[in-house]
RNA sequence: GCCUCCAUAGCUCAGCUGGAUAGAGCAACGGUUUUCUAAACCGUAGGCCGUAGGUUCGAGUCCUACUGGGGGUACCA
């Protein structure tokens, strides 16, 4: 990389001008209202040099120019050193990285395996948004873990036990007469989650009648009967009660179908299934072993405990006096087996940030008990979606709906698509596929493009804009580029030149960065880093294709590399869509 | 109460390990097409970066306190 080999020559430039070299030199990009590509800030090395920063910077910068090739010149503000890349530079980073098909691709993660645990669905409602986001990052960060070289396993831990699924399944019972998705003609998810919201409007009514006979509320939920027949009903699976089994297994079987249709639709997949009512029972090992090893402790009444005072937490339950687990005895067990199924290196859970306290336990638990994999667990706490009306609620049925949000995004870009008729000769398959790539390309953009920490707003009205920092905005920049190729009819080919043009520079330059943004998002676990700069290399892209001709210029070497750097510009933007899960369109 | 995350333009977001005059998109206003796709490009306007201190040659970025908001602190998952 040019930096390195730029801060190679400063501290020798400082060595051989003031005889020290200069710790951690760092250097950083011009900003744009400056002549220059690379700025070096002299301010903390003038004790070196006891010289004052112009002084300083303008020896260094002479240095430079008189002892290498690569910066052809450079200019002085205040104790800001610019250094100016030469244009050959760019021309022979044209060259290289058109003829590299792996440019881009990372081997920070060779012979690593990692496990990417997300999606993990509750079976007892449809998936909502907070789910689409969930599923989106989980896919995309797998993606960039690939592009840096990992082994990357994809899992889903199906939480597909407890009391809100017996919910589901009593309301079903009582109230369902029968019914399955074949009868009404409804996707098996949508059915179970109708009558998890019945489940809530009968029960709250019991406990408003509990309430008016003068039992207060806390007890009342207790109390209602709706709430007894739930609770005897999971008593009843645990046991392993026949019936309960069967219309369990039938439920859930409706479900699984609906999400498989959903994440087909969202284009996300699992290489590793777990059902948490296999899992639940294997933490219990761990109990025994933690005890032995006197990491957890039981309390008089049986129940098994884990003080973490010590570090700042609180004493947490692990096991339940009635020798039930808890989620966290549940999830120890799930960890170990993901690693005695893949033997990972790193274990990575896309869980919302209100679990952060959970996994700070979870990772805490595993290292007391001296598990080797224990240091590769890292929760990727992902921030809530929030509606311009408030906080989604299932249970009240304020939730935006996976299902109907893809529809949306989808009759959103046919209409634009219509409304610009660019699409003539295409068929109605290809005509269909389009709205999808570019409804789904906005959908998923939308979602991905804000830092996945971050709780974020999703305004239905500006999501399905397709101007501006979008995924169609993107897909529009690559299928362009495809358009000028079709036209040319040939491969361009680069040819070392020794001057560029201002925009051909900058896009070189930006272009130049795309590795190390691959390593970047890997290392933060974030697509929102891919997605800004796709971003801004499609917007500098643009930028060039309006200042500068491509096929109407005369020059013949000109245009190659005019035509070459626009390959390998929708090269970088097509890995960049395809890490976010949007296909690079051609035609649009 | 305690713990934790967040606060940048009217709105939605960038701003890398502290560096020069804080950037985009949307919305508003104005302009660009005798066609290499205008889903584009250019311009105008819009900011005491929540408040107050501190560290530093230098703070949106680090520290402290406060204000406002989210989440957690369950023998629910």
């Not at 589901?168 to 098996?188: D, F, L, Q, R, V």
């Not at 207790?222 to 069967?246: G, V």
């Amino acid at each position: 990389m040019i930096e390195q080999e730029l801060t190679g020559y400063i501290t020798q430039a400082f060595e051989t001008l003031y005889g020290q070299q200069p710790e951690g030199v760092k250097l950083e990009t011009t900003r744009q209202d400056f002549e220059g590509d690379y700025t070096f800030v002299v301010f903390p090395y003038i004790k070196i040099s006891k010289k004052n920063p112009e002084q300083t910077a303008t020896e260094v910068g002479e240095y430079i120019i008189s002892n290498t090739t690569e910066v052809s010149s450079f200019n002085v503000v205040k104790g800001f050193l610019n250094l100016v890349i030469a244009d050959n530079y760019w021309s022979n980073f044209l060259n290289a990285a058109y003829n590299n098909s792996d440019f881009g691709k990372g081997i920070i993660g060779k012979e690593q395996k990692v496990m990417v645990e997300y999606s993990s669905p509750n079976t007892n409602k449809p998936l909502h948004l907070g789910h689409t986001r969930n599923n989106l990052l989980g896919w995309s960060v797998s993606e960039i873990l690939k592009a840096n070289g990992y082994d990357v396993y994809k899992a889903n831990l199906v939480n597909d036990r407890g009391i809100h699924i017996c919910k589901s399944m009593i309301a079903w019972i009582k109230y369902g007469n029968g019914e399955t998705p074949e009868t009404t003609n409804t996707k098996g998810d949508k059915l179970v989650g109708k009558y998890y919201v019945e489940f809530e409007k009968y029960y709250r009514a019991e406990v408003k009648e509990l309430i008016a006979n003068g039992i207060i509320e806390a007890d009342a939920e207790k109390q209602a009967p709706l709430m007894i027949e739930a609770q005897e009903m999971l008593r009843k699976w645990e046991a392993h009660d026949e019936e309960t089994l069967r219309i369990w297994n039938m439920m859930n079987g409706w479900v699984y179908k609906g999400f498989e249709e959903t994440y087909n639709r969202m284009g996300v997949d699992f290489d590793n299934y777990y059902y948490e009512s296999q899992t639940y029972l294997l933490g219990k090992k761990f109990v025994d072993e933690g005890l032995a090893q006197g990491v957890f402790y039981k309390k008089p009444d049986g129940s098994v405990w884990i003080d973490l005072t010590a570090n700042g937490l609180d004493e947490k339950l692990v096991l339940r006096a009635d020798g039930t687990s808890v989620y966290i005895t549940q999830d120890l067990g799930t960890a170990q087996k993901k690693y005695e199924d893949v033997g990972y290196d790193k274990s990575i859970y896309v869980v919302a940030n209100e679990q952060d306290y959970h996994f700070k336990v979870l990772k805490l638990i595993l290292q007391k008990l001296g598990k080797p994999y224990a240091p590769g667990i890292f929760h990727l706490s992902y921030g809530m979606v929030d509606l311009p009306s408030g906080k989604m609620k299932s249970r009240e049925g304020t939730v935006v709906d996976a299902d109907e949000l893809m529809d949306e995004m989808v009759q959103a870009a046919k209409e634009k698509t219509t409304e610009l008729g660019k699409t003539e000769g295409f068929t109605d398959a290809e005509m269909n596929h389009l709205y999808n790539a570019l409804g789904m390309g906005a959908l998923k953009y939308f979602l991905l493009k804000v830092d996945p920490q971050k709780r974020m707003l999703f305004n239905p009205a500006e999501s399905i804009d397709l101007h501006g920092n979008t995924g169609p905005f993107i897909q529009y920049t690559h299928a362009r580029i495809c358009s000028v190729m079709r036209t040319f009819g040939k491969i361009p080919q680069p040819v070392l030149v020794e001057t560029l043009d201002k925009f051909e520079k900058e896009l070189l330059a930006l272009l130049y960065t795309w590795p190390s943004i691959i390593i970047e998002a890997g290392k933060l676990y974030s697509p929102a880093i891919i997605a800004n700069y796709i971003y801004e290399v499609a917007k500098e892209f643009n930028r060039l294709y309006h200042e500068l001709s491509l096929l109407r210029e005369v020059d013949e070497t000109i245009k190659n590399n005019r035509l070459a750097m626009s390959q390998l510009t929708a090269n970088v933007i097509k890995q960049g869509l395809n890490i976010l899960g949007i296909e690079a369109v051609e035609r649009m």
